[in-house]
């Protein structure tokens, strides 16, 4: 297997392959500055929910936004170049269906389903960190009933030594922001190791279903996956994590931001601390791992609006995690 693309000309195809819209969440999240955790590889970024004028938490409005995703998270960018392709007349009714196909493929009768927070992560890889999915998952799935497997992301970027910085994804709703870290890291720690016997399916998939758009990127993409060819031993596993969890007495940003500062700065430092225990738990403070912290006034809360955004109804209400 041969590929042409420079090191350079693939950098730039991936970088030009994320949906890099910096104004997406521009007014629904507030983001905090970006911590690197000492002694760790590890970024903590914080995003709350704004809130209007009168205090309401814009929930649905952000679910409004990451609906508007669905197509870019679920669909293949092959099918969505065919699309763009078409003659304007047949380019609505051809959006319509894709639309309606990646709504098809979010599982149903699920309360305390993640996919919420999948989509989260996705558009905050793409449009902020600017790193392209690289295998949309969602297309694989054989049933509405069930939740991909393996890992629930896979996008990755070229960096500046020539690798390939592949980053493995979890995303986790929960009402305890430690129970979603603990969660998260125990999915996500056997990929992070690339431990064969674990990440060997997804790797499977990747050669096979790699979506890129664009034949030349994608021949050069495959040579890291192929396991006869040297490229792939530059292949650099990273992280990437949305944490999503109930915050009680939530802040309303960013009209009070100046009010509550110090408090959002103290709880910052405490999930921080919560987050570098877990890693060193585990020993992977020497991992790129990108950790979005992603409080919501209910994490249950979350899930139904997605799903109501979505026009999925309601499962019947079970037991929540806590």
Not at 10 to 38: E, I, K, Q, V
Not at 97 to 121: C, V
Not at 132 to 154: C, F, R, W, Y
Not at 224 to 230: M, V
Request: include cysteine; proline fraction near 5%; charged fraction near 25%.
């Amino acid at each position: 297997m041969t590929g042409t693309l420079s090191d350079e000309d693939l950098a730039r195809a991936l970088t030009h392959m994320a949906r890099d819209n910096p104004d997406l969440f521009a007014s629904t999240l507030h983001h905090g500055t970006p911590t690197l955790l000492p002694d760790t590889k590890t970024t903590i970024r914080t995003h709350y929910v704004m809130s209007d004028a009168s205090g309401n938490v814009r929930v649905s409005q952000l679910a409004e936004v990451l609906a508007d995703q669905i197509v870019f998270f679920c669909m293949p960018r092959s099918d969505i170049k065919e699309m763009n392709e078409l003659p304007e007349n047949q380019r609505i009714p051809a959006n319509n269906l894709l639309y309606r196909r990646a709504k098809q493929t979010f599982a149903k009768a699920q309360p305390l389903t993640g996919e919420g927070s999948e989509l989260l992560l996705f558009a905050l890889l793409e449009n902020i960190l600017r790193v392209p999915q690289i295998m949309t998952k969602m297309s694989l799935k054989t049933s509405e009933n069930v939740h991909v497997h393996g890992a629930d992301a896979v996008h990755a970027a070229l960096v500046e030594n020539g690798n390939l910085a592949l980053y493995w994804g979890e995303a986790k709703m929960y009402d305890k922001i430690g129970a979603a870290l603990t969660s998260c890291f125990d999915s996500l720690e056997p990929y992070l190791r690339m431990d064969w016997d674990v990440i060997r399916r997804d790797l499977f998939l990747i050669t096979h279903f790699l979506d890129a758009a664009d034949d030349a990127v994608k021949l050069r993409l495959l040579q890291f996956f192929d396991q006869s060819n040297a490229a792939s031993v530059k292949v650099e596993a990273r992280g990437a994590c949305v944490i999503g969890f109930s915050l009680d007495d939530y802040p309303t940003l960013p009209h009070e931001l100046a009010r509550v500062e110090s408090a959002i700065n103290e709880s910052l430092a405490n999930w921080a601390k919560n987050v570098g225990a877990k890693l060193k738990a585990r020993s992977l403070e020497h991992i790129e791992i990108e950790v979005f912290l992603v409080p919501v006034p209910s994490a249950q809360g979350f899930r139904n609006t997605i799903l109501s955004t979505l026009d999925i109804p309601l499962p019947a209400e079970k037991a929540q995690k806590k």
